[in-house]
């Protein structure tokens, strides 16, 4: 047989072999936190050190950088060869962005006009594909000053992309950028003091359901819609179960049933999906719940951390009913495990080699045992450094995207090991994505690949 046949029957291998087809389904980073919501992303080695910043020292790592017009916060999401990502671009030339600690419960001067915009870019080269835009004029409600106008990450399962700006509205496109639907859920101003703070609670998917959290003090609530024409399903008053939540509803699916598990304040409520009854719920917690909850080892977790409190929880699936533990009894037949201090308060912690890694506002990172809840250690990254980008994790690494704009890649191991702190020249906010080796980070001003 010619080389050249052998050549020809090697591609039609790799283009229909079911193997290489599910090794591909495995590197997509269709959501927020990745595919399953876990933030982990193994199989490949994934790079260590690298340097963007060229103030900081030679290039290094860098397969490609591109700028990203405006302001967001929302992270990049992955299927197949494109990458997806929501910004906001205002008229005016300079956007006002807290940075460093302080941040007060102000509003940005950041109302006037704005382009709410979704680009799609080549995940090999970055070069940018399409942009469509979603909606333009004034925001309908302010944002933080340390927060964005696009704060939600896009959400797909291969075939529609989803994205919700709140106030702004929800829209549904093909792939290839085609509006296939849109609809206006009214004014969500998420807000404290009288103040809006921004939307910032991406969508979930599942099957053919979309599940949105509006959690504005005014009218809170949970909204499920179809995802095939937005046909609002079922929605559920969330008055006297939540003044306020920014965090992105996990869906969780068993033979059973398939809850919507929502961090809020003061009752942490999941739903069943197809009904919107509430199945469990545990009361008290940080009074700004951000983190998202996600499963790992089966169980499920969820943190918080504000106004003195900072637990976590570790649930099982099967609970029922008011599961809220106690001081003196933290672990019920509900609850695995849980502890009063140690919470995140923005990042979503993740759960990784049989632990789970923390990082904080301040620059803490924590790590617990993540069966039993041992406290393995705390300890603190450097000045400056304000983790407000979720925790990721691939090849034993534990990666912490900062403020500063610096990335800590932690070993994945039971002792505080700073392995490098590689410079990307622009702050972090934005929780990076990961795709065959390849780490995308999001930061104020860009989109870089490191391979």
């Known amino acids: 047989m010619s080389?050249?046949?052998?050549?020809?029957?090697?591609?039609?291998?790799?283009?229909?072999?079911p193997a290489v087809l599910e090794a591909n389904e495995e590197q997509n980073w269709s959501s927020f936190r990745g595919t399953d919501g876990r933030g982990v992303a193994d199989g490949?080695?994934?790079?260590?050190?690298?340097?963007?910043?060229?103030?900081?020292g030679k290039i290094e790592g860098v397969s490609w950088?591109?700028?990203?017009?405006?302001?967001?916060?929302?992270?990049?999401?992955?299927?197949?060869?494109?990458?997806?990502?929501?910004?906001?671009?205002?008229?005016q030339d300079?956007?006002?962005?807290?940075?460093?600690?302080?941040?007060?419960?102000?509003?940005?001067?950041?109302?006037g006009e704005q382009s709410w915009v979704i680009l799609c870019y080549d995940k090999r080269s970055g070069e940018e594909l399409w942009r469509r835009t979603a909606y333009q004029g004034r925001p309908r409600a302010t944002r933080h000053?340390?927060?964005?106008?696009?704060n939600t990450s896009v959400v797909t399962d291969g075939r529609h992309l989803v994205a919700f700006f709140g106030s702004e509205g929800l829209y549904c496109y093909t792939l290839d950028g085609d509006l296939l639907w849109k609809k206006d859920l009214g004014v969500v101003d998420i807000s404290k003091y009288g103040i809006g703070w921004g939307y910032s609670s991406s969508p979930a998917?599942?099957?053919?359901?979309?599940v949105l959290v509006c959690d504005d003090p005014d009218n809170p609530y949970i909204v499920t819609l179809r995802l095939s024409d937005g046909k609002e399903l079922w929605r559920v008053s969330r008055d006297g179960i939540c003044e306020r939540s920014w965090g992105t509803p996990m869906i969780h699916s068993s033979p059973e049933k398939t809850q919507v598990v929502v961090n809020g304040w003061p009752w942490i409520v999941s739903y069943d999906l197809a009904t919107g009854e509430e199945i469990w719920k545990i009361k008290g917690g940080g009074d700004n719940p951000v983190p998202t909850p996600f499963e790992s080892n089966g169980w499920i977790y969820i943190t918080s951390s504000h106004g003195g409190q900072s637990p976590i929880y570790v649930v099982r699936p099967e609970a029922q009913g008011d599961i809220t533990p106690s001081a003196e009894k933290p672990a019920n037949e509900s609850i695995v495990w849980s502890t009063t201090k140690g919470g995140s308060y923005m990042s979503t912690p993740v759960?990784?080699?049989?632990?789970?890694?923390?990082?904080?506002?301040n620059g803490t990172v924590r790590c617990f045992n993540a069966s039993t809840g041992q406290k393995i250690y705390e300890e603190r990254l450097e000045v400056g450094a304000g983790i407000f980008s979720s925790l990721v994790a691939a090849d034993d690494k534990i990666y912490c995207a900062s403020e500063n704009g610096t990335v800590y890649v932690l070993a994945a191991e039971p002792e505080f090991t700073v392995l490098a702190r590689n410079a990307l020249g622009e702050p972090?906010?934005?929780?990076?994505?990961i795709s065959e080796g390849v780490l995308y980070f999001r930061t104020t001003g860009s989109l870089i690949a490191i391979q």
Do not use: Q
């Open 3 to 17: 080389l050249f046949k052998i050549a020809v029957l090697l591609i039609a291998f790799l283009v229909i072999s």
């Open 44 to 56: 490949f080695s994934v790079r260590s050190s690298w340097n963007v910043d060229s103030a900081a």
């Open 65 to 91: 950088r591109r700028d990203v017009p405006g302001l967001g916060h929302a992270s990049p999401t992955i299927f197949g060869d494109r990458i997806f990502l929501a910004t906001a671009i205002a008229e």
């Open 94 to 111: 300079d956007v006002p962005l807290m940075l460093g600690r302080g941040g007060k419960p102000t509003a940005a001067d950041d109302n």
């Open 145 to 150: 000053v340390k927060a964005s106008h696009a």
């Open 205 to 210: 998917v599942h099957k053919d359901r979309i």
């Open 351 to 361: 759960v990784y080699k049989g632990h789970l890694y923390l990082g904080n506002t």
């Open 428 to 433: 972090c906010f934005a929780t990076p994505a």
